[in-house]
Nanobody, 114 residues
Framework: QVQLVESGGGLVQPGGSLRLSCTSS????????MNWYRQAPGKQREFVAQ???????DYADSVKGRFTISRDNAKNTVYLQMNSLKPEDTAVYYC????????WGQGTQVTVSS
């Protein structure tokens, strides 16, 4: 069983920044790929970013150049640095990984509004 806990969401103005954190109850060295997804009101959950155990990253086109995913194995934590935020980035952001089964965090709300 893996427990993922996200934090760092909040209200930010367009153009602002936030850093999300996802802390795992299981050593993330064992978890291979760590992912961020988001779900906006009335929309399907969508992929945002991934980082492999080797540090290889991948991003949705909509966030490339603005978001950066990173991992701190010693802290069992994955981060999502979000810069140049837009109103369309407003969503609940979820951390996810596969370890036998897929595990999701509870989500953290990000609202981008003036």
């Amino acid at each position: 069983q893996v427990q993922l806990v996200e934090s760092g969401g909040g209200l930010v103005q367009p153009g602002g920044s936030l850093r999300l954190s996802c802390t795992s109850s299981t050593s993330i060295v064992r978890l291979n790929n760590m992912n961020w997804y988001r779900q906006a009101p009335g929309k399907q959950r969508e992929f945002v970013a991934q980082i492999t155990s080797g540090g290889i990253t991948d991003y949705a086109d909509s966030v490339k150049g603005r978001f950066t995913i990173s991992r701190d194995n010693a802290k069992n934590t994955v981060y999502l640095q979000m810069n140049s935020l837009k109103p369309e980035d407003t969503a609940v952001y979820y951390c996810a990984t596969i370890f036998g089964s897929i595990y999701w965090g509870q989500g953290t709300q990000v609202t981008v509004s003036s």
